[in-house]
């Protein structure tokens, strides 16, 4: 069994080393959960936010780190998807069911992705995040998704490539209501 070295302490993310290589390793958690949040009307539900390591506004499917916080420390990733999605997005789910669990970008870090499909969706707030996040919410038709995507790119946003993979899981199996 190789070595493995911590290279730098911080205080969110450790780098790392093994064999040779290194990576990022979250600090408290590994894993984070991504929502495809569909509407009954047939609308995808996207978030816009800052995000400075790329010094943009990013177009986002709602996500999250799993117990993230003292108070989450020990929860389960259902009940993180579920607190996630109502505080991103202000939408409370009826219904997630997990699609797959895979890495975020393999050769930089060993974070783990759930994606978890999202339905009978209900808006019981405005969303936009806790004190820490400034989000906007977008509820994008599903037809019109892919014109919206490219009018947020020619506006200058980056759109994070998770929403493509959504926007198949929901073609590939007819939506998620």
Same mark, same amino acid.
């Given at each position: 069994?190789?070595?493995? #070295?911590?290279?730098?302490?911080?205080?969110?993310? =450790?780098?790392?080393?093994?064999?040779?290589?290194?990576?990022?390793?979250?600090?408290?958690?590994?894993?984070?959960?991504?929502?495809?949040?569909?509407?009954? =009307?047939?609308?995808?539900?996207?978030?816009?936010?800052?995000?400075?390591?790329?010094?943009?506004?990013?177009?986002?499917?709602?996500?999250? #780190?799993?117990?993230?916080?003292?108070?989450?420390? =020990?929860?389960?990733?259902?009940?993180?998807?579920?607190?996630? #999605?109502?505080?991103?997005?202000?939408?409370?789910?009826?219904?997630?069911?997990?699609?797959?669990?895979?890495?975020?970008?393999?050769?930089?870090?060993?974070?783990?992705?759930?994606?978890?499909?999202?339905?009978?969706?209900?808006?019981?707030?405005?969303?936009?995040?806790?004190?820490?996040?400034?989000?906007?919410?977008?509820?994008?038709?599903?037809?019109?998704?892919?014109?919206?995507?490219?009018?947020?790119?020619?506006?200058?946003?980056?759109?994070?490539?998770?929403?493509?993979?959504?926007?198949?899981?929901?073609?590939?199996?007819?939506?998620?209501?």
């Amino acid at each position: 069994m190789d070595d493995l #070295l911590v290279r730098y302490p911080g205080r969110y993310v =450790n780098l790392m080393e093994r064999a040779d290589w290194e990576y990022a390793s979250r600090v408290h958690r590994q894993d984070v959960v991504v929502l495809v949040p569909v509407t009954a =009307n047939r609308e995808i539900v996207l978030v816009e936010q800052y995000r400075v390591p790329v010094q943009s506004v990013v177009i986002e499917l709602p996500a999250g #780190l799993v117990g993230d916080c003292e108070t989450h420390r =020990n929860e389960a990733p259902l009940e993180a998807a579920a607190r996630e #999605l109502q505080e991103e997005t202000g939408y409370a789910s009826g219904r997630l069911q997990p699609i797959m669990r895979c890495p975020t970008t393999a050769g930089l870090s060993d974070e783990m992705a759930l994606f978890i499909r999202a339905s009978d969706l209900m808006q019981v707030s405005n969303g936009g995040g806790d004190e820490s996040e400034d989000i906007t919410v977008h509820t994008v038709a599903l037809d019109a998704a892919d014109a919206w995507l490219d009018a947020q790119r020619d506006a200058g946003k980056l759109v994070d490539p998770k929403i493509y993979a959504a926007l198949h899981w929901i073609g590939r199996e007819g939506g998620c209501e």
